[in-house]
């Protein structure tokens, strides 16, 4: 299959930069994926559009700041350090041990960094006036870099970077973070850190949807995927078949996976809260015979169309970048043609789209 084949323009000016007044103040188009019938609505009237015995599942991941803001040492040009995925702990490179190594207890991390080509293996670099000491330890593909972080006094890394790093926008959000992004872009079921992106579907809901939820009768489960480069990296295939999906961590408890199987044996529907949810679901599914079962572990499952469904019924997300994986997934839930169909609606009406944008329900 040609990944051109889910391509479309997009008016730059609908690409949200800033998030909805109010969360549930977003628009949310309602798509039949059997007729192809589409209606406009806002996120506020998803409890009608609900049935009662519903089960929706979100993800309860957390955003930390993963977007480090430093210098390089001794020169003192600016660097950006983008975290990406947290490696297990090595020795220390050859390059590390000529420049003398940092102290135990360090953290590596494979991250995005800029200026790439200057920061070799060996190069060093320091955050928030040296509370964060960093050292590039090996070269990696498409600017990556594996990072080891320290900090000289010994305190914990990751309160470290969450104290001073940024909220890591995307980058078609052409600002800088706020200080109002630490909460906006989180949403409100956020417990486990974890994650460099949110998932965007769960950003609408506030308690107040949560409680109309409840009293129309909707079940409610969370189950964690921790996002990362994988969700959103390029696919720079030609061909979809041939794009692969970084492994994303997960975790399902025991009541969550006893709430869907309940759902399932009583014909209830099971409505996932974006792909992320979507993706965890299906390849827990899919490795334990068409059950949702609970435990942690990991998973590079890449849905595209010709995907068979074992759990969902309904997906509710936002709208996603032209030939991404994240399309490829709805168009694998919806079907190609009236995915684009309904994003041109969406396109026409003014709906805003990507992370900050509207949302859309199909079931």
Known sequence: MDVAAFDFHLPPELIAQEPAAERTGAKLMALDRRSGAIAHHAVADLPRLLRPGDVIVVNNTRVFPA??????????????????????????????AAAGAPPSGGVLWEALVHPGQKLKPGSRVEFADGRLRGEVVEWHYFGRRVVRLWTEDGSDVDAVVDAIGHTPLPPYIKRGDL???????????????????????GLHFTPALVDALDARGIERVEITLHVGYGTFQPVRVERVEDHHVETEQYDIGPDAAAAIARAKRDGRRVVAVGTTTTRTLEAVARAHGGVVVP???????????????????????????????????????????RVLMAYDAAIARGYRFYSYGDAMITV
Not at 89 to 94: A, F, G, I, T
Not at 302 to 316: A, H, R
Request: proline share 5%; with cysteine; hydrophobic share 40%.
């Open 67 to 96: 977007r480090l803001l430093g210098r390089r040492v001794p020169s003192g040009g600016a660097v950006e350090c983008f975290l990406v995925r947290r490696e297990n702990l090595d020795e220390p490179s050859r390059e590390s």
């Open 179 to 201: 200080t109002a992004d630490r909460t906006r872009y989180q949403t409100m079921f956020a417990r486990h850190r974890g994650s460099i992106a949110a998932p965007t579907a």
């Open 295 to 337: 435990g942690a572990g990991a998973t590079d499952l890449f849905i595209y169309p010709g995907f068979d469904f074992q759990v969902i019924d309904g997906l509710i997300t936002n709208f996603h970048l032209p030939r991404s994986s994240l399309l490829m997934l709805v168009a694998a839930f919806a079907g190609r043609e």
